[in-house]
């Protein structure tokens, strides 16, 4: 697939994955809030996003897990209902000009248009740190990279930009390299789709997805969105990155 990658969202990030020495480095603006409201695990496949996130959710006493969109719930039906009214302008221009969006991504559509309001309503005085494990930039960077190309081009993707720059106030970006990441997507249980690709075409799957990555991360950045740090799962274990990132917020993680 082709993605129309911004050279400069590649060269930003590219210095912030330099070498291990720089891993938890920090890109974009400090946030004032203290703690974050709101944090992203994020990282292609294999990275052990799902790892450290359930590490945290576990043992911290600050952490609150994300909720997840579930179309199929009852109690969900009201807000996909009221979002799908709202986005059917835009699944009408988009289907006429290019193709119709698939299920998952109208959840995405759905999810990026009103659900940080959900996420606010979860944090508590006790836990009020949210931690996303597939997120809003998830969902961003594979609808930019992969979606329909028009929608980069909508009013609805600038005021969703806009949205989650307001959002998010740290972002925990977990990298490894290549052929870590193949390993590792080819060993675990969970079903993926470079299981069977080869290792070229694995390799550019990915490097199409992290440049999908890079471009969202810089444009959120530059809203004076979230802060984004670094840490290479290959070098650092995921309890020694989950109490890295618990101590951004001051708090020591329970063994």
């Known amino acids: 697939m082709t993605l129309r990658s911004g050279g400069r969202a590649v060269r930003i990030l ?15 603006p400090a946030r004032i809030h203290s703690p974050p409201r709101t944090v992203e695990i ?125 959002t998010l106030d740290l972002v925990f970006w977990l990298e490894a390299p290549e052929e870590v990441l193949i390993s590792r997507i080819r060993d675990r249980g969970k079903p993926h789709p470079l299981k069977q690709a080869s290792r070229g075409d694995a390799r550019g799957f990915l490097a199409a997805y992290r440049s999908s990555y890079d471009r969202v991360m810089i444009e959120l950045v530059d809203r004076g969105g979230p802060e984004v740090r670094r840490f290479d799962t290959s070098r650092e274990t995921p309890v020694g990155i989950a109490t890295a990132i618990a101590s951004s917020w001051g708090e020591r993680l329970e063994a």
Do not use: I
């Not at 699944?91 to 119709?100: G, I, K, P, S, Y």
């Open 14 to 28: 590219a210095a912030a994955r330099g070498p291990a020495e720089a891993s938890g480095q920090a890109l974009g």
């Open 42 to 166: 994020a990282g292609l496949a294999g990275a052990g996003k799902s790892t450290v996130a359930a590490l945290l959710c576990d043992r911290s006493a600050r952490v609150t897990p994300a909720a997840r969109l579930r179309m199929d719930r009852p109690r969900h039906a009201s807000y996909c209902a009221l979002r799908a009214v709202r986005l059917l302008p835009l699944l009408a221009r988009t289907w006429a000009a290019e193709r119709a969006f698939t299920r998952d991504e109208v959840k995405w559509l759905l999810y990026l248009s009103g659900w940080d309001r959900v996420l606010d309503r979860q944090r508590t005085r006790e836990r009020p740190v949210v931690v996303l494990d597939q997120g809003p930039l998830f969902y961003l960077a594979t609808l930019g990279g992969f979606g329909p190309s028009t929608l980069r081009e909508s009013t609805w993707w600038e005021a969703t930009l806009d949205r989650w720059a307001s």
